[in-house]
T-cell receptor
């Protein structure tokens, strides 16, 4: 079945790089997403990657996709206190034809000054 | 544009009471979703709708009902609330259900406590 797994917690110091990892099970996923949830708010799309890409860079964010191992990672360079949030990875399932996304449990990123 | 809005923002219910959560979107999206978020469990899909007048069950539909009478609104009902339904509820909407890119836009959430 479909499943997305993430570690629950990551703590880094301000200025360091953060790497959040995610594994997924459905090899037919076309797009994989990273959402950010700030305290008391809803989720907002942070970035995404199409399944035929290995890497995508967007300013301080780098997304790496290893399709063979079904592994997705999000690297945040020069992490700031404002990056403290919960980060969710999600996969879309084209076979479902419903637009559904499967979300991981979320990784809480704590940035210490 | 307001995007996706949810009412109410907070609610406390007693076991057995009923309530309706309202989700509204002004982006003309076809697809709408209701999720619940519980610590360590991520987001779980309750019900979803692929268009006006249609609804379907998600991963955890028991104890909830939904209606999509208008394209812009998606209502989530709890007929007889239970403490296990204490959670944060999120509504989301998206443009399309195709296999192409499908960004979901989320509301700010409703925090529900059932005593």
């Amino acid at each position: 079945g479909e499943d997305v797994e993430q570690s629950l917690f990551l703590s880094v110091r301000e200025g360091d790089s953060s790497v959040i990892n995610c594994t997924y099970t459905d090899s037919s996923s076309t797009y994989l997403y990273w959402y950010k949830q700030e305290p008391g708010a809803g989720l907002q799309l942070l970035t995404y990657i199409f399944s035929n890409m290995d890497m995508k860079q967007d300013q301080r964010l780098t997304v790496l996709l290893n399709k063979k191992d079904k592994h997705l990672s999000l690297r945040i360079a020069d992490t700031q206190t404002g990056d403290s949030a919960i980060y969710f990875c999600a996969e879309s399932l084209p076979s479902s034809n419903t637009g559904k996304l499967i979300f991981g449990q979320g990784t809480t990123l704590q940035v210490k000054p | 544009n307001a995007g996706v809005t949810q009412t109410p923002k907070f609610r406390v219910l007693k076991t057995g009471q009923s309530m309706t959560l309202l989700c509204a979107q002004d982006m003309n999206h076809e697809y709408m979703y209701w999720y619940r978020q519980d610590p360590g469990m991520g987001l779980r899909l309750i019900h979803y709708s692929v268009g006006e007048g249609t609804t379907a069950k998600g991963e955890v539909p028991d104890g909830y009902n939904v209606s999509r009478l208008k394209k812009q609104n998606f209502l989530l009902g709890l007929e007889s609330a239970a403490p296990s339904q204490t959670s944060v509820y999120f509504c989301a909407s998206s443009y399309t259900s195709s296999s192409s890119y499908n960004e979901q836009f989320f509301g700010p959430g409703t925090r529900l406590t059932v005593l």
